[in-house]
């Protein structure tokens, strides 16, 4: 099945495009704003990722003839051809034409803080909104996932292990791409090894144990077939016996010139038998060889194992690594934020809500991240038509009342970049392994009451003053239109 396609959409979306071409307003300029409004995870950040994927089909933006096709079978509610001819003619020859800035992958993002901005013909911007959406919100839900793992691994190696439990084919890709971003050292989808060279590593399971008569004759068979790979599953009958067993093969490995990578626990009270089982290899000789631990982990297990003084090595997440465990998806939206008149100045716009969390933001808005003694200090959602001063006073997006100034001598970066102009992609977007150096050296510039896993502190991201007020007159003015 193609995805990299215009199809990839909501109805909704080519009919507002046939509706802005039957208007005249298909050229009219226009800025749009990808963010989400709600921490995932009830965590203190989130990770931007997916941006790579997104450039991909932005690049392939291009209806072909059997899109057109399909579209031409598409009919309203009297039975009759939803869109009309020229309208199909006129999307045929249509290519991409915006420019697009973007949070590079990796970085760590904030409520309310706009990942990507697209800023061109309103019908190529309404067009490409869904995929965006798509792309950008999944693999930025499970880069941030990775990352809480990550944190609460506290340096050991996490593989992400979720193949088989992930939201269908594609989704198990982009779920270990963006798994890697967020911190995974490895992956077990060999596919997404191949597609997007992270490393893949993986052991065996328990119906290679049960295959044989004694487990004794399965390890012995698997470190004859591979003796530079033997991670050994201990627990498909009695787990330290298995890791007995293990150790005396791996003793036999090691006469043979190699030596046993380790053991993977899957089951069972993993602080307990992890413990006992460093006790056997060390008493074996086997110090060197790593505990894996697998079985539903998430972060706040692993965290939980880490207290109770849990000897593992490397942690094997699946499923509620690549799916998001108790949080499906991350919530982003995609907001009209100003159009250009016809006498060329630009007009800022705003949705309204009776939801103040849902009322959006005006005019065509960067973010400005302030840095004070190697310590992310605050983030300022600005204006560029208006600027932004230094320092800044913030504005909390939720409650005006709430404000704070970042400190005088602190250094600042603009967090939204060059992708396209005019259609064309510039400059070189990071490889995937500097996409994830990244997001370890920006959690590194967080304090760290913001990255704890429960209750964390709340980082300072909000309006510039300039900006807040402008917000706070658009809604007086337009409430009642």
Same mark, same amino acid.
């Given at each position: 099945?193609?995805? $990299? ?12 495009? =046939? ?6 307003? %298909?050229r009219q300029e226009a800025v749009f704003h990808l963010f989400f409004r709600r921490l995932p995870f009830a965590g203190g950040y989130a990770v931007a990722a997916g941006l790579a994927d997104a450039v991909e089909w932005l690049k392939g933006f291009k209806f ?7 579209? =031409? ?12 001819? !020229? ?14 800035? %973007?949070?590079? +992958? !990796? ?26 959406? $798509?792309i950008i919100n999944f693999q930025t839900l499970i880069a941030t996932k990775a990352a809480r793992v990550c944190e609460a691994a506290a340096g050991d190696e996490v593989m992400e292990f979720g193949l088989r439990r992930a939201q269908g084919p594609f989704g =198990?890709? @982009?779920?270990?791409? %963006? ?8 992956? &077990? $989808? ?30 012995? /068979? ?22 007995? #067993? ?5 003793? *036999?490995?090691? /006469?043979?010139?190699? +030596? ?7 089951? !069972?009270?993993?602080?307990?038998? &992890?413990?006992? %089982? ?16 697998? $079985? ?35 919530? !982003?939206?995609?907001?009209?934020? =100003? ?8 007009? &800022?716009?705003?949705?309204?809500? +009776? ?17 004070f003694n190697g310590e992310f200090r605050g983030d300022a959602i600005y204006d560029e038509l208006h600027g932004c001063g230094d320092p800044v006073e913030i504005v909390h997006p939720a409650d005006p009342t709430r404000l704070k100034t970042t400190p005088e001598?602190?250094? #600042? ?7 396209? *102009?005019?259609? +064309?992609?510039?400059? *070189? ?5 500097? &996409? ?15 990255? *704890? ?20 007159? @658009? ?7």
């Amino acid at each position: 099945m193609q995805t $990299n396609t215009p199809l990839l959409t909501d109805l909704y979306q080519l009919t507002m495009a =046939a509706g802005y071409w039957k208007a005249g307003h %298909a050229r009219q300029e226009a800025v749009f704003h990808l963010f989400f409004r709600r921490l995932p995870f009830a965590g203190g950040y989130a990770v931007a990722a997916g941006l790579a994927d997104a450039v991909e089909w932005l690049k392939g933006f291009k209806f072909e003839a059997g899109d057109l096709e399909y579209l =031409a079978t598409l009919q309203g509610r009297d039975q009759r051809p939803l869109f009309e001819p !020229g309208f199909l003619d006129y999307l045929g020859g249509l290519h991409w034409e915006c420019d697009v800035d %973007a949070v590079p +992958e !990796g970085t760590v993002v904030f409520p309310h803080e706009p990942l990507l901005r697209v800023r061109g013909p309103v019908i190529q911007g309404q067009l490409a909104e869904t995929a965006l959406l $798509n792309i950008i919100n999944f693999q930025t839900l499970i880069a941030t996932k990775a990352a809480r793992v990550c944190e609460a691994a506290a340096g050991d190696e996490v593989m992400e292990f979720g193949l088989r439990r992930a939201q269908g084919p594609f989704g =198990a890709v @982009m779920a270990s791409r %963006a798994a890697f971003i967020g911190g995974a050292t490895s992956t &077990s $989808n060999v596919l997404a090894g191949r597609v997007h060279g992270i490393p893949v590593r993986g052991t065996h399971a328990h119906s290679w144990v049960m295959s044989f008569d004694t487990e004794q004759e399965a390890f012995a /068979a698997y470190a004859e077939a591979l003796p530079n790979n033997c991670i050994f599953l201990v627990d498909t009958f009695d787990t330290l016996q298995g890791v007995r #067993h293990a150790a005396e093969i791996g003793l *036999r490995l090691r /006469a043979a010139g190699h +030596e046993m990578v380790g053991i993977r626990l899957d089951s !069972g009270d993993l602080a307990w038998l &992890s413990i006992e %089982a460093r006790r056997i290899l060390d008493e074996a000789g086997l110090d060197k060889a790593v505990i894996v631990a697998s $079985n539903d982990l998430d972060e706040h297990l692993i965290e939980s194992l880490k207290h109770q003084g849990a000897r593992i090595n490397v942690w094997g997440v699946g499923t509620q690594m690549v799916t998001g465990g108790d949080q499906p998806a991350l919530g !982003g939206v995609y907001k009209l934020g =100003a159009v250009r008149k016809t006498d060329g100045t630009w007009q &800022s716009k705003i949705k309204i809500s +009776e939801q103040s969390a849902k009322t959006s933001n005006p005019g065509i808005q960067q973010v400005r991240r302030f840095t004070f003694n190697g310590e992310f200090r605050g983030d300022a959602i600005y204006d560029e038509l208006h600027g932004c001063g230094d320092p800044v006073e913030i504005v909390h997006p939720a409650d005006p009342t709430r404000l704070k100034t970042t400190p005088e001598g602190a250094t #600042h970066e603009d967090l939204l970049q060059p992708v396209f *102009r005019a259609g +064309e992609l510039v400059g *070189r977007l990071p490889t995937l392994v500097e &996409s994830q150096r990244r997001c370890r050296e920006q959690l590194r510039h967080l304090h760290p009451t913001i990255k *704890r896993l429960l209750h964390p502190h709340e980082y300072p991201a909000g309006l510039e003053h300039g900006l807040a007020q402008q917000k706070a007159r @658009m809604i007086q003015e337009n409430r009642h239109l």
